[in-house]
C-alpha cells in the first residue's frame, strides 16, 4: 500500500476514474449491441439510425481516453460496412 501523501491521493484519485471509465464503456457498449441487434434485424433504416447513434458515441470514448484512436475507427469502419452490405 503506498505510504506517501500523494501516492495514497493517486489510488483515491485511480479508483474513481476507473469507475468512470467503466461507465462509459458500458454505455459504448450498449450502442454497439444496439447496432449488432439492428444489423441481424435486417431493416437496412434502423440499422442506419442504430450507427448513426452509435457513432458519435464511439468516438467520444477516444476523446475522454477509454478507448484508442484506432480501435474507434476500426470498429465504426466495420459497422460503416456491414450497414453498407445490408443493401
Do not use: Y
Not at 462509459?24 to 457498449?29: E, H, L, N, Q, S
Not at 441487434?37 to 433504416?45: H, P, S, V, Y
Amino acid at each position: 500500500m503506498a505510504n506517501i501523501e500523494s501516492a495514497k491521493k493517486r489510488v483515491r484519485r485511480n479508483a474513481r476514474r476507473t469507475i468512470v471509465n467503466h461507465a462509459r464503456m458500458g454505455r459504448i457498449r450498449t450502442f454497439i449491441k444496439r447496432f449488432d441487434l439492428a444489423i441481424e434485424g435486417g431493416d437496412k433504416e434502423v440499422a442506419q439510425q442504430a450507427f448513426k447513434a452509435a457513432q458519435p458515441e464511439i468516438m467520444r470514448g477516444v476523446t475522454k481516453g477509454v478507448l484508442h484512436r484506432n480501435t474507434a475507427s476500426r470498429k465504426v469502419s466495420r459497422m460503416s460496412a456491414r450497414v453498407k452490405a445490408l443493401s
